[in-house]
């Protein structure tokens, strides 16, 4: 790499990290000191804000990197399961989950989903669950984060900043800007930057798709036999379902997309969002992916703990043009990271803080402790990048699956009346330890069946425990008597339509 | 009492789901432009989901998740 592309890479991150501080420092103005408005920009995002909010979110990273890298390895076929999970399936569920939890939310003043399910069912335990939980996952896959943005920055520089230094930069660079500017600011510049990945993923693509139709083999010989075929390797039916469902079911329960559940200003937005989010799926993916299939295609070889992406485009495009995808790349995964560390820190200030240790804290030392907050678990979570436990890291890179394992008994409680307090208990607590011991215990099989196990003929366990959540929930639910404590009537009333 | 109309949409968002992943085309290697076909088939289906879910969204938003409608 020249001096002058890695000057370039350098001063996007740069000027990428100055804009954030700058639209954080506006928004910091126009914030009132409310735990309502830091957390949830005052319920008043509209639709290209929050549809490119929760996009940035939740797929930043991924569709540069490990996405087109799935697709060079295995084939194209990636792209079908973003469909299916992204396309369809999140759709669905951001009109049944999303809407009816922004109606909620509208009516009864939430702010967490602990904070939901705790007035439904009285129980101040439950929230503190649902919140601990939570935490328990999202704190190793913020970890993940640092690790990756500290280690590209180390690539980026070759090694002239120090990977301690790196992660350390982005996660000061983070405390500061989210502490400062809260939902509003990070929804501003998740915008900026998904319109920003969004035309630079086109003009790649373009780029590269131009040169190889110019060239002798055209664009069918840059796909390999087996890529063209649909199925095949490691894409199994049940497989290519398990990822659909397991991820588009985790990531409803991921604090940083569920709370954006809340955010929307008006039905219309809800609406429009629903209605644009199948194209945005097909926009960005498609040639992302695509671009991973051909670098296989055309026989271009992937140094051991690198990026297809980045090795394809230094091969057809000139360096500026690399490093600008590259440094785009970074500033994305800072603001996924952003936007999971808002979450952390108002699940632990809510819902464990509050009811545990200070139930008379008010508003304006909330809206302090929540800042705090972002501060203490961001450094812990550098804390961990630095260590670097097995166990967490493992924990982090399972997290779908273990939020995705929440969604049954929350589902039940905002659909089904009759889910008691019991019935939560046992669906979340049973479900979660049954993907524990799936992930870090012994395989256990009864003659050929499997009982623990990472695989069920094909079907990952995450999928086996969201049929397992239902039962548990539904049964022990229909075997127990609700408390007094519990008002299925406060949902009900809520929704009632206008 | 279901209504007809709710009917419809939960078939019509069963069948999204189910056709998002072209079966039908499985082992299929036809290319058309230089691209599967089957991946053409993904980009017209996110178009019909889009139309699917605008429709719905503009005629019976609410079905399924308000109360009492």
Do not use: C
């Not at chain 1, 669906?427 to 256990?444: C, E, H, K, N, R």
């Amino acid at each position: 790499m020249t001096l002058s592309s890695v000057a370039l890479e350098v001063g996007v991150v740069v000027a990428y990290m100055l804009v954030a501080l700058a639209v954080g420092l506006v928004a910091y103005r126009v914030t009132d000191r409310s735990a309502e408005d830091y957390y949830l920009a005052d319920r008043g995002l509209g639709t290209g804000v929050l549809l490119f909010t929760t996009f940035a979110t939740l797929l930043s990273a991924f569709t540069f990197f490990a996405g087109p890298n799935i697709a060079y390895a295995s084939g194209p076929e990636w792209i079908l399961v973003m469909g299916l999970m992204d396309g369809v399936l999140f759709g669905l569920l951001w009109y049944f989950l999303g809407y009816r939890q922004w109606l909620l939310g509208q009516r009864k003043g939430y702010v967490t989903l602990g904070e939901m399910l705790g007035d439904r069912f009285g129980s101040r335990t439950l929230r503190g669950l649902v919140a601990a939980v939570s935490i328990f996952w999202l704190f190793p896959y913020v970890m993940l984060q640092q690790i990756g943005a500290g280690e590209a920055l180390v690539g980026l520089t070759g090694g002239a900043v120090p990977y301690w230094a790196g992660a350390g930069l982005i996660t000061l660079f983070m405390v500061v800007y989210v502490g400062i500017s809260g939902m509003r600011g990070v929804a501003w510049t998740d915008t900026l930057q998904g319109v920003f990945m969004l035309g630079i993923t086109w003009a790649a693509f373009l780029w590269v798709a131009t040169e190889i139709a110019g060239s002798s083999g055209g664009l069918a010989g840059a796909l390999p036999a087996e890529f063209r075929a649909l199925g095949g390797g490691v894409y199994s039916p049940q497989w290519m379902l398990s990822q659909a469902v397991g991820i588009a079911v985790g990531v409803t329960m991921f604090p940083q997309v569920n709370q954006r559940f809340f955010v929307a200003d008006s039905e219309r937005t809800l609406k429009r969002t629903f209605a644009i989010w199948p194209l945005l799926v097909v926009l960005l993916f498609v040639p992302a992916f695509l671009m991973g299939a051909w670098a296989n295609g055309v026989g271009i070889p992937l140094p051991e703990g690198e990026n297809i992406v980045p090795v394809l485009l230094a091969e057809y495009t000139p360096g500026w043009f690399a490093a600008l995808v590259v440094a785009g790349a970074l500033a994305a995964m800072m603001s996924s990271s952003d936007s999971m560390l808002l979450s952390g820190s108002s699940y632990f200030t809510r819902d464990l803080y509050r009811p545990f240790v200070n139930a008379d804290a008010s508003s304006r030392r909330e809206d302090v402790l929540g800042r705090v907050g972002v501060a203490v678990f961001a450094i812990a979570a550098f804390g961990g990048s630095l260590l670097r436990p097995g166990s967490l890291l493992e924990v982090g890179s399972t997290a779908f699956g273990g939020f995705a394992q929440l969604a049954p008994p929350v589902a039940l409680a905002m659909y089904w009346r009759h889910t008691t307090k019991a019935g939560m208990f046992a669906g979340i607590l049973g479900t979660q330890g049954f993907y524990l011991a799936t992930v870090f215990g012994p395989t256990v099989t009864l003659g050929g069946v499997p009982i623990i196990a990472s695989s069920y003929f094909g079907w990952f366990s995450q999928v086996v425990g969201l049929v397992l959540g239902l039962v548990l929930t539904v049964g022990v639910s229909a075997i127990t008597t609700p408390d007094t404590t519990e008002d299925p009537e406060t949902y009900v009333d809520a929704l009632r339509a206008d | 009492m279901v209504s007809r109309i709710a009917l419809a949409w939960a078939a019509s968002f069963l069948l999204l789901l189910a056709f998002a992943v072209p079966w039908f085309l499985w082992r299929n290697d036809a290319l058309f432009a230089g691209l599967p076909v089957w991946l053409w088939w993904h980009v017209a289906w996110m178009l019909v989901t889009a139309a699917v879910f605008a429709a719905f969204a503009r005629r019976d938003w609410g079905l399924f998740v308000e109360v009492g409608r």
